[in-house]
T-cell receptor
Framework: RKEVEQDPGPFNVPEGATVAFNCTYS??????FFWYRQDCRKEPKLLMS???SGNEDGRFTAQLNRASQYISLLIRDSKLSDSATYLC??????????FGKGTRLSVIA | GAGVSQSPSNKVTEKGKDVELRCDPI?????LYWYRQSLGQGLEFLIY????????KSGLPSDRFSAERTGGSVSTLTIQRTQQEDSAVYLC??????????????FGSGTQLSVL
């Protein structure tokens, strides 16, 4: 089982739609979790951290389920500018951050 | 500078030549990471530094790859006798320190390496 797994997509959604991505991780000792965003031919940038109680940042909501070892990202009211690849990232403390291969989102007008 | 700086931004080289890629992390960041990303693929971890030491070199693909960091700041990634399969974007990132709770990585814009 890979350390961090994501559905590669692509997810093609219309503007205004709500879309959700899941990510599973294999190391139960993982301590912190993040979502990064990567635009085409650009470097990854931190979108948001994922906290145990779940957290929201505007149209974006992140949740963590430790029992099932997955995290999710929900995007409400999708914008064209949300089109990107979303990378799930896990930190197990003693090893470097592990990146998933990403889920590609295309928001269509 | 305010962010992670990488140079060169683009490098075209001939098969068999050696190349050096440079990364200047954010000031005060003790952890530095090298990743590479082939076209349409995910990030592949290469090596990370905590200060000047490299506790984890497990991601280096072969002994043609090496990296060093001096003064706890600038790092260079060297690829000897480059091969066509080395063509990729090489990304450097830095963070406050490995093991810091809720550690966040900041990436440079990468070096696009093309081996002809």
């Amino acid at each position: 089982r890979k350390e961090v797994e994501q559905d590669p997509g692509p997810f093609n959604v219309p503007e205004g739609a709500t879309v959700a991505f899941n990510c599973t991780y294999s190391n139960s000792a993982s301590q912190s979790f993040f979502w990064y965003r990567q635009d085409c031919r650009k470097e990854p940038k931190l979108l948001m951290s994922v906290y145990s109680s779940g957290n929201e940042d505007g149209r974006f909501t992140a949740q963590l389920n430790r029992a099932s070892q997955y995290i999710s990202l929900l995007i409400r009211d999708s914008k064209l500018s949300d089109s990107a690849t979303y990378l799930c990232v896990v930190n197990s403390g003693n090893t470097p951050l592990v990146f998933g291969k990403g889920t590609r989102l295309s928001v269509i007008a | 500078g305010a962010g992670v700086s990488q140079s060169p931004s683009n490098k075209v080289t001939e098969k068999g030549k050696d190349v050096e890629l440079r990364c200047d992390p954010i000031s005060g960041h003790t952890a530095l990471y090298w990743y590479r990303q082939s076209l349409g693929q995910g990030l592949e971890f290469l090596i990370y530094f905590q200060g000047n030491s490299a506790p984890d070199k497990s991601g280096l693909p072969s002994d043609r790859f090496s990296a060093e960091r001096t003064g706890g700041s600038v790092s260079t990634l060297t690829i000897q006798r480059t091969q066509q399969e080395d063509s990729a974007v090489y990304l450097c990132a830095s963070s406050l320190g490995q093991g810091v709770t809720n550690e966040k990585l900041f990436f440079g814009s990468g070096t696009q390496l093309s081996v002809l």
